[in-house]
């Protein structure tokens, strides 16, 4: 498994953590022959922080940093291609940001130290892009309102379940196109003051010691 961008905090206290997990295959194949091959599949997970807040005062653009606070990402044992995310990590683009206006919302992940993928170029100079990049195109409720910078993420798109998540290999202008499987959405619970209290409680009794 490749995760990569783990943090803790820097949102609104209080505000809910939100786990996605699901699956995509691919509907096409790469360029370099047996790397990716149409039919496989790979699963992913990455958390959202709810309390991220928009820093653009535009009302038609939401800019969230970090609002992807872990990504990974694993190759399914059937598949026949042999590219294999776990022998490199994943960096989430600019902290985990997000962008979302009323068309799109997206996140990328940029992959390093695994083979890169072969695409089909649009130059007639240079027929063949290289790419290790994974672009998730999450739909959380694209009709929000966006009053400006200031709110969270969850004031501005509510329950946190999207409606779509639409992933792809991304190279240039051109993308290995992908067909989304199934995907889900839990709450991650926060640590009560109890369970916080016993954690400082076996601290101490550890430092006396």
């Known amino acids: 498994m ?5 943090l803790l ?6 505000a809910a953590t939100y786990l996605v997990t699901g699956s995509f295959s691919m509907a096409q194949s790469s360029l370099n022959a047996g790397a990716i091959v149409t039919g496989d599949v790979f699963h992913y997970q990455f958390t959202v922080d709810g309390g991220s807040v928009d820093d ?8 969230f940093t ?22 490199g990590t994943f960096s989430l683009r600019n902290g985990g940001e997000i962008y ?13 130290g695994m083979p890169t993928l072969e695409v089909t170029s649009m130059s007639p100079f240079d027929p063949t892009e290289f790419t290790s990049r994974v672009t ?20 501005m798109f509510g329950a946190l379940t999207p409606s779509a998540i639409t992933p792809y290999f991304a190279a240039g202008d051109m993308q290995l196109a992908t067909q989304s499987l199934t ?19 076996t601290l101490v009794l550890r430092r006396r010691r």
């Open 2 to 6: 490749t995760v990569t961008g783990i």
């Open 9 to 14: 905090g820097g949102g609104i206290a209080g």
């Open 56 to 63: 653009n005062p535009s009302t038609l653009y939401a800019h």
């Open 66 to 87: 970090p609002a992807i606070t872990a990504f990974s990402m694993t190759r399914d044992p059937g598949n026949t291609g042999t590219w294999d995310p776990a022998s």
């Open 100 to 112: 979302a206006d009323f068309g799109s919302m997206r996140f990328i992940a940029d992959g390093d």
């Open 136 to 155: 998730f195109n999450p739909n959380f409720n694209l009709s929000f309102t966006d009053t400006g910078s200031g709110q969270t993420f969850e004031q």
């Open 183 to 201: 995907f889900s959405t839990t709450v991650v619970p926060e640590p009560t003051a109890l369970s916080l209290a016993a954690l400082g409680a």
